[in-house]
């Protein structure tokens, strides 16, 4: 290499030199290699003997050649001390990347072109990534349209011969239902039980898969949200004696609808799983840190065991028996599928006999 190009800086030339993520080469006034670094020979492959004094045309395409690629960078860098540009580039072997490259100009202490700096990152790893989210959200948007299918099929055909079914119950006990002995008015009790039991199934489902279809965010006061689950749950409420404390509790943004159903389901959660002798009582608190406003819904119910923490947030998934305590085990995994939406995380601490305490996260941020 030439002592212009070496001599203004050797301590920071020698510390270049090092740097293996990414290659720096020092060009002449036309073009011909005079130094490289160790990232230089990584990403290039080639080694100082091989390349010193070849042209950097070497590291271009052929049909970046024919479109005289290399000659306009250093044109450009001329003109206006640096030019930048992306696009394939040959290593040795003929092996193509896809590259970040970045072409400075060197002065020297009179301010006459010596030659260039010439920075080059191998992007090849993160344009593969690219190439793999893009074919991933095309794959996600293929299965949503599938979702969408399943939730009209859900919705009309499966429902339909269920409430043909409903019907024709309705039918058997007017016309037939003394006609029945015990074991027959039985049977009919547990057909009818179990379309029932469907009809709701299906509906948590549809309502599940509806969770996070598009709709703008917008600023949902929590106070609110509380106050409007209160009215909804009034007579239940009243009738179980349930006291709701909390204060001042925040304003976040993001899907009204949805927040109201997460707040509506803890409640009513707590509300189902009281014990049996003690007046239920539900404290609601938020803090908040850096990204997130953190809540606790606390009750002093029956608790959950350990072992069950996870599967209570799985759809369909029940502690109980239908006899002890009613529903259908979809109303925490709609409160999971909600705080993911908001890019947040819920989980649950509880003691048998002493309560439960669930816990989650919203973005604290309007902008995220």
Not at 291 to 301: A, I, L, T
């Amino acid at each position: 290499m030439q002592n212009s190009l070496s001599n203004p800086q050797p301590p920071l030339l020698k510390m270049l030199g090092g740097i293996e993520d990414y290659a720096i080469l020092l060009l002449d006034k036309l073009g011909n290699v005079a130094s490289l670094n160790k990232g230089a020979e990584k990403i290039k492959g080639y080694s100082s003997k091989e390349i010193i004094g070849r042209n950097f045309r070497v590291f271009y395409t052929e049909e970046a050649l024919k479109n005289r690629v290399p000659e306009l960078l250093l044109e450009k860098a001329l003109l206006k001390g640096k030019a930048q540009h992306r696009g394939w580039r040959v290593k040795k072997g003929g092996k193509t990347f896809w590259a970040h490259v970045t072409i400075t100009t060197i002065y020297d202490e009179q301010n006459e072109v010596i030659g260039f700096c010439k920075f080059t990152r191998d992007l090849t790893d993160k344009l593969n990534a690219e190439k793999a989210l893009r074919e991933y959200a095309r794959l996600l948007e293929f299965r949503n349209k599938e979702l969408e299918q399943f939730v009209y099929i859900a919705s009309h055909d499966l429902q339909e011969p269920l409430l043909t079914v409903n019907n024709f119950i309705g039918l058997l006990k007017k016309e037939y239902g003394n006609q029945f002995d015990e074991n027959g008015a039985l049977y009919l009790k547990y057909i009818s039980e179990s379309t029932e039991k469907m009809k709701y199934l299906i509906k948590g489902l549809l309502d599940y898969a509806r969770l996070g279809t598009p709709a703008p965010k917008e600023p949902v006061d929590c106070n609110f949200l509380v106050e409007s689950v209160k009215q909804e749950l009034f007579d239940l409420i009243g009738a179980t004696g349930m006291t709701i404390q909390y204060d001042k509790l925040p304003i976040v943004y993001g899907y009204a609808a949805e927040l109201k159903q997460l707040f509506h389901h803890l409640i009513s959660n707590s509300l189902k799983f009281r014990k049996k002798d003690v007046l239920p009582e539900v404290q609601i608190r938020a803090t908040e840190d850096d990204q997130y406003w953190n809540f606790d819904f606390s009750d002093n119910g029956i608790g959950i065991e350990a072992q069950y923490k996870e599967k209570i947030f799985s759809i369909f998934q029940r502690l109980h028996s239908h006899e002890d305590y009613e529903g259908h085990g979809i109303g925490l995994s709609h409160c999971k599928k909600i705080v993911e939406l908001h890019s947040g995380e819920i989980f649950v601490k509880s003691v048998i006999g002493q309560g439960s305490t669930f816990c989650f996260s919203l973005k604290s941020n309007i902008y995220q």
